[in-house]
């Protein structure tokens, strides 16, 4: 096995809902180590701008560099979005967002070539998602529309109750009008809400959650390029976040579908 | 009119929130020059470790220092519970919170002394305003809790609709139970969720807004320690924040109630 098969993956979000594809990293790569970068500090990234996004991101990317990484995951659909494209080419490195392979996961569901996307004010004002599925499938038609409440509503854990039903309903009864048979959940947070937003929705409606696509793609990227760890050993998980606020343990582990032993708090200069 | 007089009022907030008092400030001392902050990168500030909201308001105040300010007013609610004791001793400026104001309003208010206090998780977990009420009137009794929801129903412009009132409704069904007269507003967005706040506690409750109470503080303070501007002409106000997110200006100004002509952005080493 060699030195590079053996470094971490390094992922990183705005703050622990990234934990989710983590989750599905472990699942499909067991002997990877991880080492993960939540910036609970500064988070939501969301209601930010691209430039803001931008200079938090590459600050982020620079902490998992210094922690000798083979792979960057960027498991934040607003960084994914507003950010990729420009890291992707100033990286030596392989970095992958969670954007394209929802966008890929969604442009293979629909039938109906009509597609809904909802993530966080500054993602759907990138209209990356749109691009991205143009570029797949040019007959793609979309609608798309910002959620600002459902990542509150996921933290309160209201995720079930009339009040989580009406938001979901204010913000997706107009999808029905628009006639679309795949729906986007461009937000980590969001699958949390699923219950609710099938409600609304409907059964006909097919909800495309990208954690698990990217795992997917991750797998085949390591492959690609002989860097998958070959070691028969379950791989490790190192936890770093800016900040430790109240119950992140406790969330994060929500999150992650597992104990989390460790949770380390850095700070950028 | 000597030089300390005319140096302007700095005013900090984790966000724009802060503008509803200077909003107050300018009501009441026209002739003040102003210098805002915004820490509109990092907000909020009120599901945050207090030792990370220590650190961004140590940042912010040296800011507004460096801007030549004679007093400095913390419009943020969480940063005023969990910071100013300590920026108090550490500074030779005088440094005002709204909290302190607050306090003192729903102490006056209260005739059966009970009081209810919502803010975010942060400031409730302090405990500052319980400290703070029980230290002016030993026998007021307090109930309190965290309404993370109404930040971002406040900036949806969610402020009357039935997910407003539902929400409302979950959180202060128990305030009743409690028989508090007065309700302290203990974060910058929630007087303007006030109408269904009202709606659910009913016409014998007594809201407690801070910022016009802070501003009267402030106006003390300034007689007090012979500070206040004796220009005749109106003020200036200088807005800086960390970001310029998606209508920033719009939403600035309906918390300002008049235009601002500039926003400025800058970028903390």
Redesign the interface.
């Known amino acids: 096995m060699n030195d590079e098969k053996k470094k971490p993956i390094g992922v990183f979000d705005s703050g622990i809902g990234g934990l989710t594809v983590v989750r599905e990293l472990i699942r499909r790569l067991p002997g990877e180590d991880i080492v993960y970068f939540g910036d609970?500090?500064?988070l939501p990234y969301g209601?930010?701008?691209p430039?803001?996004v931008m200079?938090f991101s590459r600050q982020n990317l620079s902490f998992l560099k210094d922690k000798n990484v083979k792979l960057i995951v960027v498991a934040c659909n607003t960084a994914s979005s507003v950010a990729l494209p420009a890291l992707e080419e100033e990286e030596d490195i392989p970095v992958i967002g969670v954007l394209l392979p929802g966008a890929r996961a969604a442009a293979a569901a629909t039938k109906n070539k009509r597609v809904g996307v909802i993530g966080t004010?500054?993602t759907i004002?990138s209209n990356a998602y749109e691009q991205a599925l143009k570029e797949i499938e040019p007959a793609i038609e979309t609608w798309s529309l910002p959620c600002?409440?459902f990542?509150?509503?996921a933290?309160?854990g209201?995720l079930d109750?009339?009040?989580a039903y009406?938001?979901a309903k204010?913000y997706l009864e107009p999808l029905a009008g628009f006639g679309a048979d795949t729906l986007v959940l461009g937000c980590t947070h969001y699958p949390l809400l699923k219950g609710v937003i099938g409600r609304v929705v409907g059964d006909g409606t097919v909800l495309v959650d990208s954690a698990q696509e990217t795992a997917i793609e991750v797998e085949g990227m390591l492959d690609q390029r002989s860097l998958r760890s070959d070691g028969g050993t379950a791989g490790t998980i190192q936890v770093y976040v800016?900040?430790?606020?109240?119950l992140i343990k406790e969330v994060g582990e929500r999150f992650l579908g597992r104990p989390i032993e460790k949770i380390e708090r850095v700070?950028f200069?």
């Not at 800016?242 to 109240?246: A, E, I, L, N, Q």
């Open positions: 609970t500090a500064r209601t930010k701008s430039e803001t200079r004010t500054a004002r600002p409440l990542v509150p509503l933290e309160e209201w109750n009339e009040i009406l938001t204010s800016s900040d430790v606020p109240y700070e200069k």
